[in-house]
């Protein structure tokens, strides 16, 4: 069974930063593509980037230049580091096994002053 835990939200002022966990049960994390997602209130579940088993990463454009995706496959975690925080950046965050039905429960990110 797979099982994926976001950790690391909270509320921040703009400008501020977090740094998001996933950490991801199951010996499929070194072999699997992984994906942080984020919903906005009153708003459809949206991409933001993505991890390659090999490190390959890719990021919707509004977060580019701001927020890090990376892993750390001896301690079966992805993370998103989040700098340059926006009002516009607040959200559950979710990350995923990517392709497939594997989802966390999210974690909440506010961002506002």
């Known amino acids: 069974q797979v099982q994926l835990v976001e950790s690391g939200g909270g509320l921040v002022q703009p400008g501020g930063s977090l740094r998001l966990s996933c950490a991801v049960s199951?010996?499929?994390?070194?072999?699997?593509?992984m994906g942080w997602y984020r919903q906005a209130p009153g708003k459809q579940r949206e991409f933001v980037a993505t991890i390659s088993s090999g490190g390959t990463t890719n990021y919707v454009d509004s977060v580019k230049g701001r927020f890090t995706i990376s892993r750390d496959n001896a301690k079966n975690t992805v993370y998103l580091q989040m700098n340059s925080l926006k009002v516009e950046d607040t959200a559950v965050y979710y990350c995923?096994?990517?392709?497939?039905?594997?989802w966390g429960k999210g974690t909440l990110v506010t961002v506002s002053s």
């Open positions: 199951g010996s499929i994390f070194s072999i699997a593509a």
């Open positions: 995923n096994v990517l392709g497939s039905a594997y």
